[in-house]
């Protein structure tokens, strides 16, 4: 396994070249995080449909249990039961608006991951780089467990558990765990864990930031250790279900599925489901004892247990939702906790949404209004008058404005409208309204998926390096 | 499916050109002897070691359920089922040695198969063309179920059911089922079924035909129709044995295995079966209640049921040992079918050798003494007199003889000579006298071995053709 040490070192010494300022060591965080056997356990897979773009290189890299689709280029980078997503890229010919400026795209675009070690993190949508607008970039990058790479591209970075960039360039910056990044750009930074931050440039800012007492009960992570918290003992209790999927090559859907709907091969559907039309259940999605209406989607490395969603529900990569009623067009955003508890119960009327990296973890029994907005921690009634507001109360919002640990700054109807707007992009892109000929999305074209099964070298020097691969279509 | 539909037709185009002369066409033989939705529904898959030299290149081919080790490009081309086996390629910076020449090699050898249709067909060894000494050729070729191309470059041919082609260079040729062929090079030529034909070059000539209406028992095809006899009832009732070995990612070896010994996993392994040191059974072996002596051998499609191999036995690709016990060093040929039939019995004493393509099928007990030829077709202790011979007396043979069907012309010591140095060989290779650190082979050098899954596009126009794949080590 000598290479793969190697590699190891090599990809920990270009990080903190990037990380020199702000000073940060990523070696401690890293080495011994995943044990180098456990990098030799696992297949890699890559899908290939009829209608994703395809190519992809892999070389001088381990892939231990990750997942491709689309374009992808990985080299001299360990990937770890990591999903690389490229059914959103852009495509040849396609214009790229960007604030203002129309820019024509000569190559389909391909996600490259260069010199980078990624631990279970989701990489997903196309990147918003204006000056790369055909590459989605992830170079000199430490990113830990079940961290989201949206959209952004990130050189020089390390990347704290459950944490989320989104639309964001990021350049030699720190980000703590949980820490959610909407902000377009952002360089040399350390972001504190537990904040919730999101720019719309001039338009608005949204902030939160949980409290780190708390936060250290849900996830935390210290130099030399491994991370830790309710976050990861959740997960864990459930990491059995999924040994049986991965260790079968053809799996039946154990029953049958409507029309329009889409549930991946490698997720567990636990009995008692029911599954409606045009719902989509990607790859590592957890379902158990649960409805999901139509065009209701659950994404990567969602769990969704004794749960009710009405329909055109969003529950975004990461999300957790347990013992929980969810309306019509309720959004779930990254990575949040939703946990009513078997003793009192959660309802969320419908059009709310529940901001990424929300934590609702219930003493009580809550109810959350129609068209809310939801964010930071909730524990009881008292936490929902702090915590939630109408959206019409925030769209009549003009200027600085706070609530507990939130701030808001500029105008309120453009935030609204902004993630409206995403949202049914989401549902969209998803195939929620697809009538089974039009506004066809991922729910359609990834119920017929071949996967290709790659594995590293099994012993000696090269132990866990993946001979180099290159697939053309 | 058009493009299969296409690729099968540009291959059947292609192989007739050939086969011009002799007039012959494919076709009938060939179109719906596997339905073309068949061939979408099977993983192919390749092998990664430490040992084997490494380089792969599929393209515009389909693949269904064939296994590829070495070097190996595949063009044009649809492998139903077939091994491609390139552990025993020449390698760069070798001499090899050809009557006298000495010719040494700029690159490792890689199997190149173009424009060709292989059906469960065995691909293995090395090219014996001097011509081509870095590649082994397969192209404008249909081989059908449980062909045997073995060391042999074939350029326009039409191989039968369970024939051999075998250290022969082939072009434009119709190979009748069951024959086998050993005779470095043929043109345009129709072989007919049953043919065993080995010749030496000046030094000797060995020729069996198998009576037609017997063999047709066993095996026979014609145009239009599918394979049909008793050699295909006979695997066709142990395929369910397989299905579970081809759908789990990571088989668990069933029970411990003793040092330098080595079980394929792609190889079924029935109750009440032991397993001696340096034992080596190949992919798409099959083994029940068997007892392996140390140093025995069972190659791809090989069937080993209720038999005792006591050690140092070569069972060649495709042979069948049921209800036998077979003493040391005893040799069993290519596709022979031995079955001594449960109330009866079968034994062959100490360093005897069952001629490729035998078979004895018993109506009564049969004892076969020590170091024996043994050929053509046997049922009864009366044929043994007929169609075996002691290898003392055919040492002793110069010139013309023959008894039955079976003629022999030349030096009876050469032949006997080449055939045990050739023995002893396959025994070196595949590792039956490892000492735990010299004279390692075959058995020792794929007990580590990482398999890799591809799979074809699952709609479309291009269902069941594989994306272009390129591997590098």
Redesign the interface.
């Known amino acids: 396994m000598k290479k793969l040490n190697d590699l190891m070192e090599k990809i920990i010494q270009r990080v903190n070249i990037n990380l020199r300022e702000p000073l940060f060591d990523v070696g401690p965080y890293v080495r011994n995080i995943v044990s180098l056997n456990q990098l030799t356990k696992f297949?890699a897979?890559y899908g290939?449909?009829?209608y994703h773009c395809?190519n992809f290189h892999f070389s001088r890299s381990n892939l231990a249990g990750s997942y491709f689709l689309g374009k992808c280029n990985v080299s001299d980078s360990i990937l770890y039961k990591s999903d690389i997503r490229g059914d959103e890229l852009k495509r040849k010919g396609e214009i790229f608006h960007f604030e203002g400026l129309d820019i024509p795209l000569y190559e389909d675009e391909t996600i490259r991951i260069k010199d980078s070690f990624l631990i279970k993190t989701l990489v997903h949508n196309n990147s918003h780089d204006p000056e790369n607008p055909e590459e989605f970039i992830i170079q000199n990058t430490v990113s830990t467990h079940y961290a989201n790479i949206h959209g952004s591209n990130v050189e020089g970075c390390f990347l704290g558990p459950f944490s989320t960039v989104d639309l964001t360039i990021l350049h030699d910056c720190v980000i703590g765990a949980f820490a959610y990044l909407q902000i377009k750009e952002l360089d040399h930074l350390e972001v504190p864990a537990g904040t919730i931050w999101i720019s719309g440039g001039d338009q608005f800012e949204f902030r939160y930031q949980h409290d780190p007492d708390i936060l250290k009960e849900y996830i935390r992570f210290k130099a030399g250790g491994k991370p830790q918290g309710m976050f990861l003992e959740f997960v864990k209790q459930r990491k059995e279900d999924f040994l049986r999927v991965?260790?079968?090559?053809?799996l039946e859907t154990p029953f049958s599925i409507p029309s329009g709907a889409s549930l991946n091969r490698y997720a567990v559907i636990k009995p008692k489901t029911r599954i409606s039309q045009n719902v989509l259940v990607a790859q590592r999605a957890y379902i158990e004892n649960s409805f999901m209406g139509i065009g209701a989607n659950a994404q990567e490395n969602c769990y969704i247990i004794n749960s009710r969603l009405e329909g055109y529900n969003v529950t975004a990569h990461g999300a957790k939702i347990i013992d929980a009623e969810l309306g019509e067009k309720v959004f779930v955003g990254f990575n949040s906790f939703l946990n009513g508890n078997r003793d009192y119960g959660l309802r969320i009327a419908e059009k709310s949404i529940v901001m990424p990296h929300t934590i609702i973890d219930l003493t009580e029994p809550v109810n959350i209004g129609a068209s809310h907005l939801v964010w930071g921690c909730i524990r009881n009634q008292a936490d929902v008058a702090q915590n939630t507001m109408a959206l019409s109360e925030l769209a009549s919002i003009s200027g600085k404005f706070s609530r507990g640990r939130m701030k808001f700054e500029g105008n309120g109807e453009q935030f609204i409208k902004g993630f409206q707007h995403r949202i049914e992009h989401i549902l969209e892109a998803n195939g929620a309204y697809c009538d089974g000929r039009n506004m066809k999305g991922h729910a359609q074209s990834t119920q017929?998926?071949?996967?290709?099964?790659?594995?590293?070298?099994?012993?000696?020097?090269?132990?866990g390096i993946f001979?180099?691969?290159?697939?053309?279509?």
Chains 1, 2 share one sequence.
Do not use: A, H, M
């Open positions: 297949y897979f290939i449909t009829s395809l991965f260790d079968v090559v053809n017929n998926i071949s996967y290709n099964l790659i594995q590293p070298y099994p012993e000696g020097d090269l132990k001979p180099r691969i290159d697939i053309f279509p």
